[in-house]
């Protein structure tokens, strides 16, 4: 009798600590902090040239300031970690002389080409990809303003008023 009680309290014990883990698991996977991500961020508000603009699911980039202007769409949320990464939406209108030379029908696809990760409620890190030409299966023109912007490897952004 005495090992079916040992039993008995070794098989509660764990399958309550079993379903205490799941329930923690959801509760951590359920927890989202939603930061307020529409508006306009930049490196420098005050004097920088490349701009994000985030409105909804879209956003707008100044990838090379005067020359490529480009509309993105949300490719895919991240919610657990506050991550969204980008695809180009359309064939941009707005293009200089640069931007008439790229390939603009093999950049539509379902590749990312951006992504931001939250660090807090007025600060994101911007990663840019380049765009994926879908024919070479290579990631063309991977540069952007912000990177002439500042001379870190990692650039961060800040919500501007």
């Known amino acids: 009798m005495k090992k079916v009680n040992i039993l008995i309290i070794l098989f509660s014990f764990v399958f309550f600590n079993c379903q205490k883990k799941s329930i923690l698991k959801e509760e951590i996977k359920n927890s989202k902090t939603h930061y307020p991500i529409d508006g306009r961020w930049m490196i420098n508000c005050e004097n920088g040239a490349a701009s994000l603009t985030i409105e909804g699911k879209d956003a ?5 300031y005067n020359q490529v202007y480009i509309d993105m769409t949300e490719l895919k949320r991240f919610d657990f970690e506050n991550d969204i990464s980008y695809k180009l939406k359309e064939i941009p209108e707005d293009i200089g002389n640069i931007g008439r030379n790229l390939n603009w029908k093999e950049y539509i696809n379902d590749k990312p080409i951006a992504y ?3 660090i807090d409620d007025k600060t994101y890190h911007f990663y840019w990809y380049g765009f994926y030409n879908k024919k070479t299966k290579k990631r063309e023109f991977k540069e952007n303003s912000f990177n002439q912007e ?7 952004l800040k919500k501007c008023k």
């Open 116 to 118: 931001i990760k939250m």
């Open 150 to 156: 500042t001379n870190n490897e990692k650039v961060i």
């Open 60 to 64: 707008s980039l100044i990838l090379l």
